[in-house]
């Protein structure tokens, strides 16, 4: 496996810079987006673009978020150590890696079955260890429930109910909301009474979120 050097550090640094140039003030998103060493999640070909500020295609139509996405999604989320975070869309695992680094006990659903089993075997080989499953992120995980956090990386039409269902009182849920060529941000935060307090953000635009069955 390629590794972790001195070049590419350098380059993580650079592009963390740009990140707090762009309006990125959480000082532990930057820390942990950081130490993750983001071209070990690209294929050879792309290793040269890993840490330029783009999205780039991980196969099965997925693609890994440009980083100031990333870090625009961590930093909404206000994630504390120890927190439940659960994460609907694994893709390439990126973006665990980042929580997880962040203190986070993550738990996270990929849907497309050759993505799940790549990524799967992946992490334990970087030493990130996130609790990962296959199967329709629509369901969440209500066996695990209730989420501290939850974040969605990808596009939906709605708000799954399942997973406001399972998320805490208090806890914060993030979202691309809108059709597929243009999404706004918006977090739900549930209150004590269990009242959802929404409030959008800027536009995005991410790959569809496809619900009610998981594909191979």
């Known amino acids: 496996m390629e590794q972790d ?8 640094k650079r592009l963390i810079d740009s990140l707090r140039e762009k309006g990125i003030k959480d000082e532990n998103v930057l820390r942990a987006m950081n130490k993750v ?17 783009k999205a780039f ?3 099965s139509g997925q693609t890994i978020s440009q980083p ?43 849907r497309q079955k ?3 089993e790549k990524t799967k075997a992946l992490l334990p080989q970087i030493r ?5 499953f296959y ?22 039409a709605d708000i799954p109910k399942p997973l406001l269902d ?9 979202v691309p909301v809108g059709p597929p060529d243009l999404q706004v941000m918006v977090t739900l935060h549930k209150n004590k009474e269990g009242e959802i307090v929404r409030t959008a953000h800027d536009t995005f635009r991410f790959v569809p979120m496809l619900g009610n069955k998981a594909k191979d």
């Open 5 to 12: 050097n001195y070049r590419h550090k350098g380059l993580r």
């Open 37 to 53: 060493p983001r071209h070990l999640f690209l294929d050879s070909s792309f290793l040269e673009f890993a840490y330029q500020d």
């Open 57 to 59: 295609p991980i196969g």
């Open 68 to 110: 100031y996405t990333v870090a625009y999604q961590s930093e909404l989320l206000q994630v504390k150590p120890e927190e439940k975070i659960l994460e609907i869309g694994t893709g390439s695992g990126y973006q665990s890696c980042v929580l997880l680094e962040m203190g986070a006990k993550v738990y996270t659903i990929e």
């Open 114 to 116: 050759h993505l799940y």
């Open 128 to 132: 990130y260890f996130p609790k990962m």
């Open 135 to 156: 199967g329709d992120g629509y369901k969440g995980l209500p066996a695990f429930a209730p989420f501290d956090k939850i974040i969605i990386t990808a596009a939906a």
């Open 166 to 174: 399972q998320l805490k009182p208090g806890g914060i849920l993030v």
